[in-house]
């Protein structure tokens, strides 16, 4: 299977502690994305990387967020000092910097925090 | 700051029925990207079809088909021949040349047997 992959795909954590999740977007793609999406809503905007660099990031991305892809390939976001707002669906998309541009997603990763 | 409203939050249709889910959006862009995404209970958001804002003629994709009405920006989503796989949430998204993807609250397709 050659799509975007994500780990774990579900994650349950006491308020306070740390998680991180991982992303492997789909080989080609250089351009990757995280989304947060809440029960019912669809998915929001907050970060994105092009290889290795971070080009933007939402307001949504407090300090206690924060996103790496080292190498232009897998990504991780880290989340510290998890609150219970925190709860979510973190998904990941990854595109091609040109051509069709269209984003593709993996199956996100659900956080429970308790 | 781009905007994009699904005004159905749930829709039913009769199994080999049609079914057409509304999506306006708010933008100052000429240049843009609009899609369709479909996602099923529990399982990942897949790409139902894209529409790039300079193509008048609007995208077709097997069952799916959009009506895309830019002056009025509007992008509705028929879907033909309504199958018990259609079932999902659908989510309309409009992307801009920043590459972020602003989508809409979702519209949840019942099908009926």
């Known amino acids: 299977d050659t799509g975007v992959s994500q780990d774990p795909r579900h994650k349950i954590t006491k308020r306070g502690q740390n998680v991180t999740f991982r992303c492997d977007p789909i080989?080609?793609?250089?351009?990757l994305y995280w989304y947060r999406q809440t029960l019912g809503q669809g998915p929001e905007f907050l970060t994105y990387f092009q290889n290795e660099a971070q080009l933007e990031k939402s307001r949504l991305l407090s300090d206690r967020f924060s996103a790496e892809r080292p190498k232009g390939s897998f990504s991780t976001l880290e989340i510290q000092r998890t609150e219970q707002g925190d709860s979510a669906m973190y998904l990941c998309?990854?595109?091609?910097?040109?051509?069709?541009?269209?984003?593709?997603f993996g199956p996100g990763t659900r956080l429970l925090v308790l | 700051a781009q905007t994009v409203t699904q005004s159905q939050p749930e829709m039913s249709v009769q199994e080999a029925e049609t079914v057409t889910l509304s999506c306006t959006y708010d933008t100052s862009e000429s240049d843009y990207y609009l899609f369709w995404y479909k996602q099923p209970p529990s399982r990942q958001m897949i790409l139902v079809i894209r529409q790039e804002a300079y193509k008048q003629q609007n995208a077709t994709e097997n069952r799916f088909s959009v009506n895309f009405q830019k002056a009025a920006k509007s992008f509705s989503l028929k879907i033909s021949d309504s199958q018990l796989g259609d079932a999902a949430m659908y989510f309309c998204a409009y992307r801009p040349n920043d590459y972020k993807l602003s989508f809409g609250a979702g519209t949840t397709v019942t099908v009926r047997a």
């Open positions: 080989s080609e793609h250089n351009r």
């Open positions: 998309a990854s595109s091609l910097e040109a051509g069709q541009e269209t984003q593709y």
